[in-house]
């Protein structure tokens, strides 16, 4: 059985975000995710100051920089139509009071490189083509107390930890039963 103190369900950025700052409090997780990879397409277009901030102190905020556009390429332009014309544009956005200011950066670099930061800390664990197909509490809930999931995927059982401000369990306190398993067939992004 693979015990954790935290089943991250969901590998894009915020799930691998989770898990990394999980494992930078010393919590041990489990992500897992339906996808066999990180996305290969663009999606998003933009990192906030915030999310840089974080980056810097994971170590990938060069590596998500480098593969952004410069910055003052963050202008917007509208227009009445495709051949104009001209309605409004923006100017780039200052980041003032801050050392990491956003970029304007795809999904799928941002991804990347969370996933190869991921892959080096010891207490992260990352299973794709993995999907939550089932959650559900194994004895009625007591208020006040909080469920710590239980489950199978194809590597075989998955027990969720107590959370740090979770009670402490007894006989009577509540469980959730989930089912982990590949996604039943592939599915686009």
């Known amino acids: 059985m693979i015990e ?8 894009g ?3 691998m975000s989770l898990a990394l700052l999980l494992d930078r409090f010393g919590l041990e997780s489990l ?15 933009g990192c906030h100051p915030r999310t840089m901030e974080l980056f810097r102190l994971w170590g990938i905020e060069d590596r998500v920089r480098r593969a952004g556009l410069p910055q003052e390429s963050d ?31 795809p999904q799928d670099a941002v991804e990347e490189a969370l996933d190869d930061a991921l892959s080096a800390r010891p207490r992260a664990q990352v299973r794709r083509s993995t999907e939550l197909v089932s959650l559900a509490p194994s004895r009625p809930r007591r208020p006040g107390r909080s469920c710590a999931p239980t489950g ?19 006989a009577g306190s509540s469980r959730a039963a989930s089912s982990l398993a590949p996604p039943p067939t592939a599915r686009p992004d």
């Open 75 to 105: 202008v917007a332009c509208w227009c009445e139509s495709l051949n104009g014309p001209l309605v409004a544009y923006t100017e780039p956005a200052p980041s003032l009071h801050t050392p990491a200011p956003r970029s304007i950066v």
């Open 4 to 11: 954790v103190d935290v089943l991250v369900v969901g590998g």
């Open 31 to 45: 992500l897992v995710e339906r996808r066999p990879a990180t996305t290969t397409h663009p999606k998003a277009r």
């Open 152 to 170: 199978t995927w194809p590597g075989g059982p998955v027990r969720q930890g107590r959370e740090p401000s979770c009670p402490p369990r007894s």
């Open 13 to 15: 950025p915020v799930g």
